[in-house]
């Protein structure tokens, strides 16, 4: 825990590989030294502390710090920029002779190499710059070592001819990736999958997350790794069935059209009057609020089953069931204002491509979406242990 005292050491300590020192809170300049402190490239394996309000030469700037400024520190954890996520604490004010200071502890990742806005930054000594092809490497290296994910778990008996390297370069790579590291980029194809995640070094195949984002065919690999569509025509799972689709495939691609589906198979409008003068629009979900839960399943769920995620439409309510129940941090007292990440890299990957916002957010926005629609607030099934379930009713004002 950080008192005063330990501050002053802080500011006092010119080890500058694990202690920087700034004024600023412009993204721009946290976010880079969050980044490199995450990446932990001498490999201290302790936190590194980004002091604000104090100058290169340990004296203390004289700003004033407010909650606002707490605030936008905090969100950077949050608002998707740094990937993966980083492990930050950001410190109270501390009122010093002098001025304000605040510390950010930033913890090394168990993931590098961690990107901002997709550069990737490390500290050495007193240096901070975005780091070469060599030292992204040795990150890469460190990371295989680390516990793995179940996404970063190696796909055993999968080669690269089982991705399709077209959807990578073409589709992500230039979302994931600044441009200038692309333009001076001269590493083979395995290289850039690998410092991305998408490919095992060590094993020479991809990875969990590799086979869904890009995989030709990820059930052979991966066997309930597609959403099933059932819609129903009355309220139980014993009327008969109106319409069923299944979405398989590299999850690059089956997102979109899953969305596109949302949008154009379920969300359903009418016109009507508010006065004589006024019509309004009433909606029967709203879109982004489902959009978002069927995102969150598929970010959230777990790959080791072989049971696909269920979404089945009935005439009053949508349910979506999905295999894995909470996870890490997250239990039925504390969701949704904690989340954990059972799935980092299609965490990370869902990220770049546009279908998260920020993090530990969209559930939140989602049921206030809900509420102010009409449907009422979602009923999360936290008693089925090994599954996730969430009950949206329909617009109250719709049947």
Known sequence: MLNEEKVKELIADMESDWIERTRSTADEKLGPAICAFSNDFPNHKHSGYLLLGVEDDGKISGKTWGDEDLQKIGGMKTNGKILPQPSIIVSPVFKLNGGDVIVVEVKPSNFPPVRYDGRCWIRVGPRRD?????????????????????????????????????????????????????EENGRKTEEQLASLRFFDTKERCPTNAGILLFGLNPEFYLPGCFIQYVKFVGTEMTSDVEFEKKFSGALITELRLVDDFIKGNIIKERPVKVNSFQEDILRNYPYWALRELVMNAVMH???????????????????????????????PHNFPNASDYRNVVIAEAMKVLGYVNRFNYGVKRAKAELEQNGNG?????????TKFKVKIPINKYWL
């Open 130 to 182: 975005k780091a070469s092809q060599e030292e992204e490497r040795i990150l890469t290296e460190r990371r295989i070592s680390n516990a793995k994910t179940y996404d970063l778990v190696p796909a055993q008996g999968s080669t690269l001819e089982d991705l399709s390297i077209e959807l990578f370069k073409m589709n992500y790579l230039p979302s994931a990736i600044d441009k200038q590291t692309l």
């Open 301 to 331: 769920r777990s790959y080791e089953s072989n049971a696909p995620i269920y979404m089945y439409e009935f005439q009053d309510r949508i349910e979506i069931v999905n295999p894995g129940g909470l996870y890490g941090e997250a239990t």
């Open 377 to 385: 607030q979602p009923e999360f099934d936290f008693s089925l242990t």
